[in-house]
């Protein structure tokens, strides 16, 4: 036993956001970071003697080097076998599955999501609980604790691991397994849907689809999965090979980062079928031919489609949301006679839910859809859902979106983000909009009525937990919506997210461009929250 007891002192900043630890590369560089995090987690968890982990992340800068010093304190604190990813590379979701599969204690994540990686950009960890989902409030809370008091850290002196080569290998006691990042994944996959019809679909000659990776983590499952499973055949997955700086850009699946596909999708050839995933594979972007869904609606859509799809077929036991996205999903539940819960923003919210079983679908307008297959999102599940619902509906994705527009009505949905504000500005116009409240119920704005207005807290229908402060609610009686929320995912000062959305039943009127459908709404957030000179900004800096 090589073990090394290192003396350090505590971080005051290492406080888990809304999904695990993120800060520049430069931050986790410093001596000791990362190392006290990951023995603040260690120390944590009741015990890991004896235990297996999973290790893996999204390929990032780092993310290698991190890895070998995660091994190794592992290896320090008990463990006995940790299931890596080859070269290091896990996607969110297959972590998830692999967890799952295997049984293992938990996992460590690397991975700042979709924030821009490369020595200049970030990294993240986060850790995941046996059920394969990200820690809960109470455990993140703990490692936050124990991260203000750490003094001390082991660590085993050994070599590298080589992550390139497949197999078992030893540090110390315990071994480490390299595995194939995709294929217990795509196993998963291959239960839930419907690959054969899938595969008729993209083979059958009329049937056009690209996948955008964005030199993020999802490259290999896709090229696996799409080109060859499912006989896509080369390029239908367009930036596929995982890159340490994800090629300079910012792997986040929406209409503003993923513009190259954008870009196809709305060009002269554009194919049928378009969808992004982000720096670590849990979050989607799905197109039409020239037809954007909103994260919303794709929720709703999956929900009302599931029984075509063999995983889903038994029906749904509920569905969740997390309280900014769009209430579209809570009409599919009524009309199928089950719950629709409304959870604080964040995954870790549904783990619950789903254990308890009265969840199965879950999803948020930051482009995250899942369900109980596993405890993350899930972004290429997201695309072969969808697959399988095209290839057994044989109709386009505006005509399926445009139907349920007809049968369920359609929530106009939009969310403006503005970013690096400072944060002492940014919490003055949410305290300024709080103190505001008070008087805003029954205040008319145009032909609008402000029904309710309050500061979202929710508790746990399962353990009871209470979590307060999610994000200010104003709700008009025509059931449209304003919801003022702080993210818990930036690096860099605060980012102010104002979520807007309206519902109309009216099929004349479902077909108006969705920022015009959502103008007023947007001046009323103006009038209310000040937001131009509270923020110095003019605009949004990203609308999706
Ligand atoms: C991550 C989390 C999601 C969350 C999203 C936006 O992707 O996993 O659950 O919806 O960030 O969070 P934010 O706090 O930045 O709005
Ligand atoms: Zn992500």
Request: charge should be negative; aromatic fraction near 10%; glycine fraction near 10%.
């Amino acid at each position: 036993m090589n073990i090394r007891t290192i003396t350090t002192v505590p971080f005051s900043d290492q406080k888990p956001g809304t999904s695990g630890l993120r800060k520049s590369v430069t931050a986790f560089q410093k001596p000791h970071y990362l190392e006290n995090f990951v023995q603040s987690i260690f120390d944590s968890l009741e015990n890991c003697q004896g235990e297996t982990l999973v290790v893996g992340g999204d390929g990032r800068y780092y993310n290698r080097q991190a890895t070998q010093i995660i091994l190794k304190m592992a290896a320090a604190n008990g463990f006995v076998r940790v299931k890596v990813g080859h070269r290091g590379i896990l996607s969110t979701p297959a972590a998830s599955c692999v967890i799952r599969k295997y049984k293992t204690l938990g996992g460590i994540i690397l991975s700042a999501s979709h924030n821009p990686g490369g020595p200049n950009g970030d990294f993240g960890i986060k850790y995941n609980i046996s059920n394969g989902g990200p820690a809960p409030e109470k455990v993140t809370e703990a490692i936050y604790a124990r991260s203000k008091v750490i003094d001390s850290y082991k660590i085993i002196e050994a070599n590298d691991v080589n992550l390139d080569k497949l197999g078992e290998t030893k540090i110390d006691n315990m071994v480490v397994e390299v595995i194939d990042s995709v294929q217990d994944y795509q196993d998963l996959m291959e239960s839930l849907f419907d690959f054969d019809r899938i595969q008729q679909l993209l083979t059958g000659g009329k049937f056009k689809m690209c996948i955008d990776s964005m030199h993020a983590v999802t490259g290999p499952y896709a090229k696996g999965i799409f080109e060859q499973r499912l006989g896509g055949g080369v390029g239908c997955v367009q930036n596929g090979v995982p890159l340490e700086d994800f090629g300079g850009g910012h792997p986040d699946p929406n209409l503003v980062y993923a513009h190259d596909l954008v870009e196809i999708m709305f060009g002269e050839y554009a194919p049928d079928f378009g969808a992004a995933s982000d720096g670590d594979g849990d979050r989607n972007m799905i197109l039409g031919n020239k037809f954007f869904v909103t994260p919303s609606d794709s929720l709703a859509i999956l929900a009302a489609n599931a029984r075509l799809v063999p995983g889903y077929a038994q029906g749904l036991s509920g569905i969740a949301r997390s309280m900014p996205t769009s209430q579209a999903a809570d009409r599919v539940a009524a009309k199928l006679g089950i719950d629709c819960y409304e959870t604080p923003t964040g995954w870790k919210f549904f783990g619950n839910l789903m254990d308890a079983d009265k969840v199965t679908l879950c999803g948020e307008e930051s482009f995250g859809t899942g369900s109980n297959h596993i405890r993350e999102k899930d972004g290429l599940w997201a695309v072969l859902f969808w697959l399988n619902i095209l290839a057994s509906r044989q109709q386009s994705v505006e005509e399926i979106v445009k139907e349920h527009w007809q049968i369920y009505g359609r929530n106009y949905y939009s969310r403006h983000d503005y970013e690096e504000v400072d944060s002492q500005r940014a919490n003055t116009l949410v305290n300024n909009v709080q103190a505001a409240m008070p008087n805003l119920k029954g205040k008319k704005f145009g032909s609008y009525e402000v029904e309710y207005s309050d500061n979202f807290s929710y508790t746990d229908p399962v353990d009871g937990s209470v979590s307060t402060n999610q994000g200010i609610r104003i709700g008009f009686t025509d059931g449209s919506r304003i919801v003022f929320r702080l993210s818990g995912t930036g690096t860099q000062g605060a980012t102010l997210r104002l979520y807007l959305e309206s519902f109309t039943g009216d099929v004349a009127k479902q077909n108006v461009e969705t920022q015009e459908a959502l103008g007023d709404l947007v001046r009323i957030a103006e009038e209310i929250a000040q937001i131009r000179e509270n923020t110095g900004m003019d605009k949004p800096t990203v609308i999706t």
